[in-house]
């Protein structure tokens, strides 16, 4: 099984400011079957990126993705307050079995 | 506008079994493939399984092999996950996801509102 692993587990940070959430696989993964979703609290995930960096309908350009092999990163040029949440990388494709990562929250500092 | 509505919330006690549905309306069905997410409270996502319709072929995580059963009904849209033996470590929302048809990429787009499933004596 792929493991993916993000960090920083918790990232405070202000709105206007730049994130970035890295997401490591303990495999070498295609390109082409990394995601990023957002959760908030009480909804299902939302698809951002796919195929590491191309963005899902509707998905603002602040949020962009990019990397290859095993690191991954997801970047929020400017926060803005609907950005607050926790955002989960997802491998698909690669292998048979799916898996994410453990999530990374984004707070207000 | 393609959208899953999944059954409603479940109680069961340990051991029993549970079965939640996924209907999907407004897109085609079987050319996607369909995802069943788990997460307990406070938790991260966990991915169980997924079925292709069009292929009727179904892959599961490896926690879950035993104790997991993803089917779909073509001729109504609807997938159905069913976990057995059910512990109360089972507790959580039950997702399901549209995901990519056979060689595409373009991730899980489309997420169910969620089935709570409780598991308590």
């Known amino acids: 099984e792929i493991v993916l692993t993000q960090s920083p587990g918790t990232l405070s940070l202000s709105p206007g400011e730049r994130a970035t959430l890295s997401c490591r696989a303990s495999?070498?993964?295609?390109?082409?079957?990394l995601a990023w979703y957002q959760q908030k609290p009480g909804q299902a995930p939302r698809l951002l990126i796919y195929?590491?960096?191309s963005r899902a309908t509707g998905i603002p350009d602040r949020f962009s993705g990019s990397g290859s092999g095993t690191d991954f990163t997801l970047t929020i040029s400017r926060l803005e307050p609907e950005d607050f949440a926790v955002y989960y990388c997802q491998q698909y494709g690669t292998s048979p079995t799916w898996t994410f990562g453990q999530g990374t929250k984004v707070e207000i500092k | 506008q393609v959208q899953l509505v999944q059954s409603g919330a479940e109680v069961k006690k340990p051991g029993a079994s549970v079965k939640v549905s996924c209907k999907a309306s407004?897109?085609?069905?079987?050319?996607?493939?369909f995802s069943w997410v788990r997460q307990a409270p406070g938790q991260g996502l966990e991915w169980m399984g997924r079925?292709?319709?069009?292929?009727?072929?179904?892959n599961y995580a490896q926690k879950f092999q035993d104790r997991v059963t993803i089917t779909a009904d073509k001729s109504t849209g609807t997938a159905y996950m069913e976990l057995s033996s059910l512990r109360s470590e089972d507790t959580a929302v039950y997702y399901c996801?549209?995901?990519?048809?056979?060689?595409?990429?373009?991730?899980?787009?489309?997420w169910g509102q969620g089935t709570m499933v409780t598991v308590s004596s």
């Open positions: 996801a549209r995901g990519p048809p056979p060689q595409g990429y373009s991730g899980m787009d489309v």
């Open positions: 195929g590491t960096s």
């Open positions: 495999h070498s993964l295609r390109s082409r079957y």
């Open positions: 407004g897109d085609t069905f079987s050319s996607y493939s």
């Open positions: 079925i292709i319709p069009i292929l009727t072929l179904a």
